[in-house]
C-alpha cells in the first residue's frame, strides 16, 4: 500500500478556512513537504482560489490524533518557516488565538502549508490534522 493522504476543505467563509488532512504512511517512504494547503487553489482542497493576490494565512488552532509518528507543520517559502512540531501520539487541540495566531514571516512567502511526517514505523501508521486559518 503507498502512502495516503486525503485533504478537505470544511468549511469557509469571507474571513477563515478550515482544512482537514487524514494520512495513512506505509512505512516504506515519510511524507516530505506535502502541500497541505494552497492558498492560490492549485487543487490540494478545492481547486477555486481562497485567497487574493498578496493575502497571507494565520493558523489560529490545530486539532490532531496521530499514532506511531511526528508531523511538521511548515509555512512554504526560501527557508521554509515552522508552524508546530506535533508529537508522536499527540491528541487535541492547540490554540493560538490568545496571540494572534501564527504567521507567515517565511522569506519569499508562496502562502502554502506543507506536511511533514518523520518516524513511522508500523503499517498503518497515521492521523488527522484539522486547521483553523484566518484570511488577512
Not at 492560490?40 to 493575502?55: E, F, K, M, Y
Request: a negative charge; one cysteine or more; glycine letters at 10%.
Amino acid at each position: 500500500m503507498a502512502n495516503s493522504v486525503t485533504l478537505r476543505k470544511l468549511s469557509e467563509g469571507p474571513r477563515h478556512l478550515v482544512v482537514k488532512a487524514d494520512f495513512i504512511i506505509d512505512t516504506t517512504a515519510e511524507i516530505t513537504d506535502s502541500v497541505f494547503v494552497d492558498p492560490r487553489g492549485s487543487g490540494t482542497c478545492d481547486p477555486v482560489p481562497i485567497l487574493q493576490a498578496g493575502a497571507t494565512l494565520t493558523v489560529e488552532e490545530i486539532w490532531a490524533s496521530l499514532q506511531g509518528m511526528s508531523v511538521l507543520l511548515e509555512f512554504d517559502g526560501t527557508g521554509d518557516q515552522p508552524i508546530y512540531l506535533l508529537s508522536d501520539s499527540c491528541a487535541g487541540e492547540i490554540d493560538f488565538r490568545s496571540f494572534g495566531g501564527i504567521k507567515d514571516t517565511s522569506s519569499t512567502p508562496t502562502g502554502k502549508i506543507l506536511l511533514t511526517t518523520a518516524g513511522a514505523t508500523a503499517a498503518l501508521d497515521g492521523g488527522t490534522i484539522i486547521l483553523k486559518l484566518r484570511k488577512s
